[in-house]
Nanobody, 121 residues
Framework: QVQLVESGGGLVQAGGSLRLSCAASGSISEILTMGWYRQAPGKQRELVATMLNGVVPNYTDSVKGRFTISRDNTKKTVYLQMNSLKPEDTAVYYC???????????????WGQGTQVTVSS
């Protein structure tokens, strides 16, 4: 059973910083992509940042220059450093991974349970 476990969410004032972490565990053969999505109340889930293994990361325009995604492949972990946070960044942040499990010849999309990020004005 593959799991993605997030940590690091919380409440912060506008202009502040938070760092999210997400660790993948289980019988994992390979991880292709890891990243972060978010969903604000009443809105659809949207991509925040993703990182294909060994490739330049991809960010949504609204976070460019403020957020930084990084991966530690040895730990099967992805991070999201969020600086200069704004109230509009308030959302539940979900970790995402496209991976293969040992003995299963297909790529699966996996999601974490989500972590709340609240930015006060």
């Amino acid at each position: 059973q593959v799991q993605l476990v997030e940590s690091g969410g919380g409440l912060v004032q506008a202009g502040g910083s938070l760092r999210l972490s997400c660790a993948a565990s289980g019988s994992i053969s390979e991880i292709l992509t890891m990243g972060w999505y978010r969903q604000a109340p009443g809105k659809q889930r949207e991509l925040v940042a993703t990182m294909l293994n060994g490739v330049v990361p991809n960010y949504t325009d609204s976070v460019k220059g403020r957020f930084t995604i990084s991966r530690d492949n040895t730990k099967k972990t992805v991070y999201l450093q969020m600086n200069s946070l704004k109230p509009e960044d308030t959302a539940v942040y979900y970790c995402y991974a496209k991976l293969r499990e040992v003995g299963i010849p297909r790529w699966d999309d996996c999601w974490g349970q989500g972590t709340q990020v609240t930015v006060s004005s």
